[in-house]
């Protein structure tokens, strides 16, 4: 059974911690915070006018507006009030709400206003062009599912068509992706949700429901004060741009409720704890046969079983390696085999415009397209991650080790971004590319003063809104 809100290894908040007098190197730290957002912007304008001249004058980027995949299109749309009232509901109302709702409520009430603020951003292009036609062009997954009337042959056959020049190759995404993302479509369709409106609404949904992944991981690590804290920053996460509507947001949730039942198998703050680890590996094995890179996964996944503090692997684990085994078994006897897809992928990816990509502009410019991705009130929360791993904001914030638990896990994220990113297979349109990661960093924001969450929930309203209005983007 998962404990009562309140309970667990947190230090409770008592009167006269509210009313001690501010720590000595809080105003500095509070100017420190505002620089690293600074930085964090600075680092995007860079990217933004460098890209440019690059493209400009050479035309290896191929992207319209560096570093996002977007253009320039000012513009107003049915979403656009929605999208303000909801976010100053989240600012005004979400902090207080937060702090004082049973656990079960402000779980659902999270994802309820991730999806309000999700649809919202995504109407502001229109129904059609915000909505509907994101999943149907040429490049993407439905182009490819009346191909699949016979499901086992086409995955035999899967491998032939992922290079470009034999007959019939996939389209962009199917073949950038293991089989697993356009059955996803396929069963859709099979069920009668076919079609760009159905899709585009799954996977607003699905994804939206990461900030409630997130929440119930961090709870189940003892930091409920501080997911508590990061609850309204997950919601008005400005990667809700990209989830609205792109198939990476769907993936981010599936790996992030992966790592949440990871968590609760391995602190056994479940009522099953075996089939929490069933569910989990089931869920791995899922998310590894959507996306190639989400085998990245795997470094948060040690996170979360180093932060359960448990000295030998729970018997419950094995369940979980169970499950990862079942999904991928499954694959490997309906004739698709991981590893050869992947080497395909590879040569397909340079195939086309990644060879004129140049390496040293997108490792730093993918930085920036996770700065915006993830928000400058979570660049200000990562600048403390290293004093929270200390521990040496404890003392002020009265936090135990829920802040060292928010740390080791966002650093485990960052660890996942920079191999994907030295690995060179990300160049460019890593604003939804990395969604299963980048909507994680929100969380790092539990770690500024709360007195300032307010200004910082509005720096991320802003930065979303500004992006969505300003340019068209093509996801």
């Known amino acids: 059974m998962l404990p009562r809100p309140g309970t667990g290894s947190e230090t409770a908040h008592t009167p006269d911690a509210a009313c001690a007098p501010p720590d000595p190197g809080h105003r500095s730290g ?3 915070d505002l620089v690293a957002a600074g930085a964090g912007a600075l680092l995007f304008a860079v990217a933004a006018v460098s890209g440019t001249l690059i493209e400009h004058y050479e035309g290896t980027l191929h992207v319209s507006w560096p570093p996002l995949l977007a253009q ?9 009030l929605p999208a303000l009232l909801t976010a100053v509901a989240v600012i005004a109302y979400g902090p207080p709400l937060a702090a004082r709702l049973s656990w079960r409520r402000l779980t659902w009430l999270s994802w309820a206003a991730a999806l309000a603020w999700t649809w919202a951003l995504a109407l502001v292009d229109g129904w059609q062009r915000g909505v509907v036609g994101r999943l149907t062009t040429r490049h993407e997954y439905l182009s490819g599912v009346d191909r699949f009337d016979d499901i086992p042959a086409t995955l035999r056959d899967f491998t032939k068509h992922i290079l470009i020049g034999p007959p019939d190759n ?6 950038g992706h293991p089989p697993g993302a356009i059955l996803t479509f396929v069963g859709l369709d099979r ?16 994804g939206a429901s990461t900030a409630a992944a997130v929440l119930v991981t961090l709870r189940a690590l ?7 804290a990061a609850a309204p920053f997950l919601v008005l996460a400005p990667g809700a741009v990209w989830v609205g509507a792109s198939a990476d947001g769907y993936f981010a949730a ?18 099953a704890p075996r089939a929490a680890a069933l569910g989990s590996g089931l869920l791995f094995g899922a998310t590894v046969h959507l996306s190639y890179g989400l085998t990245l996964m795997v470094v948060p996944a040690v996170a979360v079983l180093v932060l359960a503090r448990r000295a030998r692997p729970l018997p419950a684990m094995g369940f979980a390696v169970l499950g990862f085994a079942a999904v991928a078994v499954a694959f490997l006897l309906a004739g698709f085999h991981w590893w050869e897809a992947y080497e395909l992928l590879v040569e397909r ?21 996770a700065v915006i991705a993830a928000g400058l009130a979570a660049v200000a929360g990562i600048r403390r991650l290293p004093a929270a791993i200390r521990g040496a904001q404890s003392s002020a914030r009265g936090a135990g080790s829920a802040d060292r638990t928010v740390a080791l896990l966002m650093a485990a994220v960052l660890l996942a971004l920079l191999v994907a990113d030295l690995s060179g297979m990300s160049k460019a349109e890593t604003e939804r590319i990395w969604l299963p990661f980048t909507l994680w960093l929100p969380a790092a924001a539990a770690l500024l003063p709360s007195r300032d969450h307010r200004g ?8 979303a809104l500004l992006v969505n209005h300003l340019l068209l983007t093509s996801w």
């Open 254 to 271: 599936v790996a992030g409720w992966a790592l949440a039942l990871l968590a609760l198998a391995a602190t056994r703050t479940v009522r």
């Open 456 to 463: 910082w929930l509005a720096a991320q309203a802003c930065l």
């Open 170 to 175: 996939w389209p962009t995404h199917i073949a």
């Open 349 to 369: 990816y340079y195939q086309g415009v990644a060879r004129e990509r140049p390496y040293g502009y997108w490792l730093w410019a993918n930085g920036a397209c």
């Open 191 to 206: 069920i009668g949700l076919g079609g760009g409106a159905w899709a585009a609404a799954f996977c607003v949904v699905t």
């Open 72 to 80: 320039w299109m000012p513009h107003l749309g049915p979403g656009t």
């Open 30 to 32: 509070r100017r420190l």
């Open 222 to 228: 003892g930091a409920e004060r501080a997911a508590r």
